[in-house]
């Protein structure tokens, strides 16, 4: 096996992902337990933290502040997208359907409905004044 084919291998990604979150996750618990053992907690008279517990602080940030931003764009994106498209089909769908059956009636159908809609929508507009 090359070397060419081994970086393309999901061993191989899998490895180099947990080393870089690995070392990602190293670099931040230092940086965390410098800046807290020699200078917050100065500021803070608190106890000082050891490397184990800088570590478990800057995971639980890494999995809040990840599960947060995955949370809310998913959200947003299932609201605004899947959830508008399906009421906007389903609107399509009945307009398309009215019409199709709107240019099958017969013109005598027709103009008896337009008849009928025309004296629904004035008794409904009469009804309206009469209570308002």
Do not use: C, P
Request: charge should be positive; aromatic fraction near 16%; avoid cysteine.
């Amino acid at each position: 096996m090359s070397h060419k084919y081994f970086y393309n291998s999901r061993i191989a990604r899998s490895i180099i992902y947990l080393l870089t979150v690995g070392g990602l996750f190293a670099s931040i618990s230092i940086s965390f337990y410098f800046l807290w053992n020699y200078v917050l907690s100065n500021i803070f008279y608190s106890k000082h933290f050891n490397m184990l517990e800088s570590l478990g602080i800057a995971s639980i940030l890494y999995i809040l502040y990840f599960g947060i931003k995955f949370g809310i764009k998913n959200e947003t994106a299932e609201t605004s997208a899947s959830k508008m498209t399906k009421l906007h089909d389903s609107d399509n769908q009945t307009v398309l359907f009215s019409k199709k059956i709107f240019n099958n009636l017969t013109e005598k159908e027709r103009l008896e409905l337009i008849r009928s809609v025309t004296k629904t929508i004035e008794h409904t507009q009469f009804s309206n004044q009469k209570f308002n």
